[in-house]
């Protein structure tokens, strides 16, 4: 398929649908051909092979959406906030904004299979209580038609990284799940790192900080590109946020996006609308390979007065360089 990318005044970018026009234009240059003779049409002939052999390598689109969204633990029916009444907002946000690959947080076996099915897209990640499907996981979505998954693991942010385990005061697991991927039309490779910090103690949010920079340096090259999504339960000037910048390789898509940013600044809404977001505690950090064309703090709701989940999304188009 031969596409294009068209950005009108409205910032979603659209993709357009060109084989009907490739194939009429086709067409017209074939009657042409047959018109002509001699070295005139071999001349011609090469000018049209040559049109066409360039025209999709050039349309390969190298930009795409990201998000980390922490989408709430499974509620029953009876809750307020069930999921029931949430997932299809959830998922309904995941598609109205395009985006193609996301870090999620506190999603349950059961709410990740809807996700799939609503969604149409995959995911990787095992459940941190048991490694299998057993409670909450930290599971990165992806569309199968742009990544294709290479390689992916999940370790658990404790002094034991190879199995369910707690450590510095937590009261439950925490765990980083990654993923390397191929974007499929470009052939270009990348990482994914995905987490969810401990929202108490602060000991444990430094350690988790270090424990997926180590992981970082021993398992990928010095010039990997690598996307790090996740809730650190800390803000800006926190030990835990400040030793992701420290280390060197990444930068917060906040500070570096090529258009202010959209919407609050905080990223907590605790499910009220009288509650004024002013905590930025969820986050999208990369590599320099990438540029942040856009980033923005999603307040889509419903019903009036209610969010899909207690976190917004926070999004970004980013590029390859």
């Known amino acids: 398929m031969i596409s294009a990318l068209v950005i009108d005044q409205h910032p979603t970018i659209q993709t357009v649908n ?3 026009y490739v194939m009429k234009t086709s067409e017209r240059f074939l009657k042409s051909i047959e018109q002509m003779s001699g070295m005139v049409k071999i001349v011609f002939s090469a000018i049209v092979i040559s049109f066409f052999m360039w025209t999709p390598q050039q349309a390969v689109a190298q ?3 990201i998000s980390s969204y922490n989408i709430f633990y499974y509620t029953p029916p009876e809750h ?8 299809d907002h959830v998922a309904n946000v995941i598609r109205f904004h395009d985006i193609a690959l996301w ?3 506190e999603g349950e076996h059961n709410q990740l299979q809807d996700l799939r099915e609503m969604l149409g897209q995959e995911y990787i990640g095992v459940a941190r209580d048991d490694g299998d499907t ?16 290479l390689e992916h693991d999940t370790f658990w942010l404790s002094k034991t990284p190879d199995r ?18 191929e974007h499929i039309e470009s052939g270009k490779e990348f990482y994914v790192y995905n987490v969810h910090f401990d929202h108490e103690s602060q000991e444990a949010r430094e350690n988790s900080s270090r424990m997926v920079l180590e992981h970082v340096d021993e398992h990928t090259a010095p010039d990997a590109k690598i996307l790090f999504l996740g809730d650190l339960n800390a803000v800006p000037g926190n030990k835990a946020y400040e030793k992701v910048i420290d280390h060197g390789r990444f930068l917060d898509a906040y500070n570096i996006t090529e258009n202010p940013p959209h919407g609050p600044t905080g990223t907590f809404n605790g499910f009220s609308f009288t509650r004024v977001p002013d905590r930025r505690i969820d986050y999208i950090f990369l590599t ?9 703090v999603l307040t889509d709701s419903y019903d009036g007065l209610k969010y899909p989940s207690d976190h917004f999304p926070v999004v970004a188009e980013i590029e390859f360089k």
């Open 134 to 149: 057993e409670g909450e996981h930290s599971a990165i979505f992806y569309d199968p038609d742009l990544f294709r998954v």
């Open 18 to 20: 060109l084989n009907h």
């Open 164 to 181: 369910p385990s707690m450590d510095w005061g937590v009261n439950f697991h925490r765990i980083c799940t990654w993923g390397k991927f």
């Open 63 to 65: 930009n795409f959406n």
């Open 288 to 296: 320099d390979h990438f540029s942040v064309k856009r980033y923005g």
């Open 103 to 105: 870090g999620s947080q």
């Open 80 to 87: 307020d906030n069930s999921w029931e009444m949430r997932k």
